[in-house]
Nanobody, 113 residues
Framework: QVQLVESGGGLVQPGGSLRLSCAAS????????MGWYRQAPGKQRELVAE???????NYADSVKGRFAISRDNAKNTVYLQMNSLKPEDTAVYYC???????WGQGTQVTVSS
């Protein structure tokens, strides 16, 4: 019954910006730590950013200073603002609640000239 629906991906030029959204249902959203992950072809899925139920954030070194994770508990939604995008950011982006092993379908981000 857990559902996670990612959206907001697309094709952007290097240096551009995107904001990803993840709408959650089937969980008491406000009590869960949430994370954004990404997976590029032939690569393992990696943690990009996380935010606790209390709003504390943490980022992978590769995106620190460029990405920002936030949440709106009233909307059961977690966001990922991505700025200064690089080609190496190209991947499918997923969100997940800590302790619950369910994933959405992901949203494709492609950074290319």
């Amino acid at each position: 019954q857990v559902q996670l629906v990612e959206s907001g991906g697309g094709l952007v030029q290097p240096g551009g910006s995107l904001r990803l959204s993840c709408a959650a249902s089937g969980i008491i959203f406000r009590i869960y730590n949430m994370g954004w992950y990404r997976q590029a072809p032939g690569k393992q899925r990696e943690l990009v950013a996380e935010i606790t139920s209390g709003g504390i954030t943490n980022y992978a070194d590769s995106v620190k200073g460029r990405f920002a994770i936030s949440r709106d508990n009233a909307k059961n939604t977690v966001y990922l603002q991505m700025n200064s995008l690089k080609p190496e950011d190209t991947a499918v982006y997923y969100c997940k609640a800590r302790g619950i092993t369910y994933w959405g379908q992901g949203t494709q981000v492609t950074v290319s000239s």
